[in-house]
């Protein structure tokens, strides 16, 4: 599978982590993606992908590609055989300035880009990138687009500083003091925050604390979960299996399971990280 990404130039680069291209076999026909603080826009030039964004919906079909906002669930992604597509893995802030709509409107619920972009621009975007001749030509085509939609964005600021102190804190921070630091309310910063990031700031917080845990665990060795849990913060080994649950739908054991099945079958893959197999 190839994969090729890059860090955006400024001004996106305050919104967006990087580009990336992805294009071959996948590795499994169907990836669980949990909830991570970022947001994500693809860009789809094959044949289209699949996305069930809960247990209680029906898995949809998506032709041009997806919009995903801040999630609280995991979702299960369904790659094409072979795939290509062009993407952007945003900060959890980073889809504001690009859509029409509140971001509280796609949490998990993924839409198409159609429906944020409209079909004509669509169409032309994804007939110019299929016609590049290389991923670094594609991710500067999708990049000048990205700029030229770049809308100013009310109240971004104030979100994009206290989601800062929120990451840098690895989501161990008390939102009041967050919302009397910034000089609002608590209600006014759950408002910006839900309509710029999909999710109030207790929320965001909870994923950055869970994704900073998992990252931290090595699942190719033993692990101390007790250990684990109590230095994230969790109240007790309890509360922390309560919320790897929540996330990923998977017991803290079976998903170390999950991972080292991945790492076992496809070692040093581009996808190795967050998706877990989900056949």
Request: glycine share 8%; net charge neutral; proline share 9%.
């Amino acid at each position: 599978m190839e994969y090729v990404s890059r860090a955006p130039r400024p001004p996106l680069d305050g919104l967006i982590d990087d580009l990336y291209y992805l294009a071959g076999a996948p590795p499994y026909a169907r990836l669980t993606l949990p909830p991570a603080p970022s947001a994500l826009l693809i860009v789809n030039l094959g044949a289209p992908f699949r996305i069930r964004a809960g247990t209680d919906v029906e898995t949809a079909e998506y032709a041009d590609g997806c919009v995903v906002a801040m999630r609280t669930r995991a979702m299960d992604f369904g790659y094409p055989h072979p795939t290509r597509s062009v993407g952007v893995h945003l900060k959890p802030w980073g889809l504001a300035p690009f859509l029409p709509m509140p971001a509280a409107e796609l949490c998990d619920r993924p839409v198409t880009v159609e429906q944020v972009w409209g079909r004509p621009a669509v169409a032309e975007l994804r007939d110019r990138l299929a016609t590049a001749d290389r991923p670094r030509e594609m991710l500067a085509l999708l990049e000048d687009e990205l700029v030229r939609r770049l809308a100013e964005t009310s109240g971004l600021g104030l979100v994009r500083h206290t989601s800062g102190v929120i990451a840098a804190a690895g989501g161990a921070v008390a939102i009041g003091d967050l919302s009397a630091a910034a000089g609002v309310s608590t209600t006014h910063l759950a408002q910006r925050f839900k309509a710029l990031v999909g999710v109030t700031p207790k929320r965001l917080a909870r994923t950055y604390r869970f994704t900073a845990t998992v990252f931290a665990l090595d699942p190719a060795g033993p692990v101390d979960w007790g250990h684990l849990a109590g230095s994230a913060g969790y109240f007790d080994q309890a509360h922390f299996g309560h919320e790897f649950r929540a996330f990923t739908g998977l017991t803290p054991t079976r998903y170390v399971e999950v991972r080292r099945r991945f790492l076992r079958e496809h070692p040093g893959h581009a996808l190795d990280g967050w998706p877990l197999p989900a056949d």
